[in-house]
């Protein structure tokens, strides 16, 4: 009987190490967002400094990973913000959220 649960704790363990490395895999080929998209998670995305967001301007593409939105030069005086978009979905599994960090 001890035999069996050191096998089974063993498969678990090597399912795990697994599934880190096709997430760790996915996220390396086809990028952090992709991730954030189709299976949940957090995305920052860093904006230059002396830059800030437009924040109605962001838009994923629906059938890719990427996002395209638009920033503009921030004026004097103007301080940092950062903007978190979160995905609300019907199930409330595999939500995404997107972060805009100003510098």
């Not at 400094?49 to 990973?65: A, D, I, M």
Request: with cysteine; charged share 15%.
């Amino acid at each position: 009987m001890k035999d069996n649960a050191k096998a089974g704790f063993g498969c678990l363990i090597a399912l795990i190490f697994v599934a880190v490395i096709l997430y760790w895999g996915v996220s390396l080929i086809f990028g952090a967002q992709y991730v954030t998209k189709e299976f949940g998670g957090t995305s920052t995305i860093d904006l230059p400094s002396g830059k800030k967001l437009v924040p109605y301007t962001v838009q994923w593409e629906p059938k890719g990973s990427n996002i395209w939105y638009l920033t503009e030069d921030a004026e004097a005086g103007y301080s940092p913000k950062t903007y978190t978009f979160h995905e609300s979905s019907n199930l409330g599994a595999l939500e995404g959220t997107i972060e805009f960090v100003e510098h």
